[in-house]
């Protein structure tokens, strides 16, 4: 790399210094999700509408009572499961997406509550006939934290659903990032196999369902945007 032009009266340490707090740009996920949520609902975004299509699908055939949404974000699917549940509890990292959701969404049956999955789920509530996860992985290194503790929260016999970016389209190099005044912000991101999935869900007692993969408009000849799994809690 070249080095910064030296200017009078400015040390080298302290060019450099300025140099990589212009060029660190990596902003944690809570502060890009928080940057994030005044454009997340208003810009075309194919990824977030799929996985809208992809929820309504599969969760229409099943039934629950309890829900907990990690990742709830602005609400896209908030409302959608309080109407079919008795309660859900809806979890984010984010301040400033889930209080999008707060402002869109009334229903008494709902609990907004900030938690950082990767961390113990100390998030009050009762446990769940179904746990939702969508587009949320990808910023989670540690898939076993996450299906352990969905394993504890779950009754028995209930669902864990997750829906993410498909790793086809992580192989070639796509990541959660949004348009801002200053630029592209792309997001720290983790890339996980299906067969990531498949364990972590066999080392926690989950057996799959129901695997299925999203194309954009429906064009099985490109490559999968999505991919679900509806997973059971084993008895
Ligand atoms: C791409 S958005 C998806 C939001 C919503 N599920 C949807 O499908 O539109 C990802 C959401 O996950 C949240 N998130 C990311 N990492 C998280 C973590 N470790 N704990 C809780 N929420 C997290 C972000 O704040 C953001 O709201």
């Not at 994030?36 to 208003?42: N, Q, R």
């Not at 990742?71 to 908030?78: F, P, V, Y």
Request: glycine share 4%; charged share 25%; aromatic share 10%.
């Amino acid at each position: 790399m070249q080095k910064p032009a030296r200017s009078k009266g400015t040390c080298y340490a302290e060019t450099l210094t300025r140099v990589s707090a212009k060029y660190s740009t990596m902003r944690s996920v809570r502060q890009s999700y928080n940057s994030w949520s005044a454009t997340y609902d208003l810009v075309e975004n194919k990824t977030r509408d799929l996985e809208a299509r992809a929820c309504r699908e599969i969760l229409s055939g099943i039934s629950f009572e309890t829900v907990i949404e990690l990742g709830c974000g602005t609400g896209k699917n908030t409302e959608w499961l309080a109407e079919r549940a008795k309660h859900v509890t809806a979890i984010d990292l984010s301040e400033e997406m889930q209080a999008v959701a707060r402002q869109k969404i009334n229903a008494v049956n709902v609990s907004f509550k900030l938690a950082d999955i990767k961390e113990p789920w100390n998030f009050a509530g009762e446990n769940a006939d179904l746990i939702t996860c969508s587009l949320i992985l990808e910023h989670i290194d540690n898939l076993d934290v996450v299906f352990e503790q969905a394993a504890e929260r779950l009754n028995t016999g209930g669902h864990f659903y997750v829906c993410e970016l498909h790793p086809f389209k992580q192989y070639a190099g796509t990541k959660a990032r949004f348009e801002t005044d200053a630029g592209l912000q792309v997001l720290e991101c983790f890339t996980h196999n299906v067969s990531d999935y498949f364990h972590a869900a066999r080392a926690n007692e989950f057996s799959l369902v129901r695997l299925e993969e999203w194309f954009d408009d429906e064009n099985q000849t490109t490559m999968p945007r999505l991919i679900s799994f509806l997973f059971e809690r084993s008895p």
